[in-house]
């Protein structure tokens, strides 16, 4: 086995672990909202950059686990989360030739998309309306997409390197 094989598995999961600290790390009430959907955008890298690893299993697994550390209603991350990883495995091929505008454009989508199903996930149990508010992580996602891709793919070229 070669060392790009055993480091790869290594950083996708420090990378889940670090989007999930960053899910759940305490905010004031008024930055609530302009929290990224942390989760949702490390899945969507991993299944572009890497989608024989990743797969619908590790977007409903992450889902579980956010939606337990959160105190959400225990499936709702899950359900969007696997949903999200399952379009972003139908379009990866499409999506890793766009520029990084482009893929920001398609990421703020599937980001608009998984906010939906959680949207509509609390209006049907808990009888809630979110404010506007509630919409503006995925805006937030849209002009972190770059940033997020470049860094990423700079650790994982470092990894590369070190090994």
Do not use: C, K
């Not at 060392?3 to 600290?21: K, Q, V």
């Not at 989360?81 to 499409?94: G, P, V, W």
């Not at 999506?95 to 949207?119: E, G, K």
Request: proline content about 6%; charged content about 10%; glycine content about 6%.
């Amino acid at each position: 086995m070669n060392s790009r094989t055993t480091s790869m598995p290594s950083l996708i999961i420090a990378s889940f672990i670090f989007a999930l600290i960053l899910s759940v790390v305490p905010m004031p009430d008024w930055a609530q909202h302009l929290r990224p959907q942390w989760i949702a955008l490390t899945l969507i890298y991993w299944n572009l950059i890497a989608p024989e690893r990743i797969g619908i299993s590790t977007g409903w697994f992450s889902g579980l686990l956010l939606d337990a550390m959160t105190g959400n209603l225990l499936g709702a991350h899950a359900l969007s989360l696997s949903l999200i990883a399952y379009i972003t495995l139908n379009i990866h091929q499409r999506t890793r030739v766009f520029p990084l505008w482009q893929q920001s454009l398609v990421i703020f989508a599937l980001l608009l998309i998984d906010h939906a199903i959680i949207f509509w996930v609390i209006g049907m149990t808990q009888n809630l309306s979110p404010g506007i508010e509630f919409w503006f992580a995925p805006l937030i996602g849209l002009f972190l997409w770059p940033w997020l891709f470049i860094i990423m793919g700079e650790i994982q070229q470092r990894l590369r390197g070190n090994n």
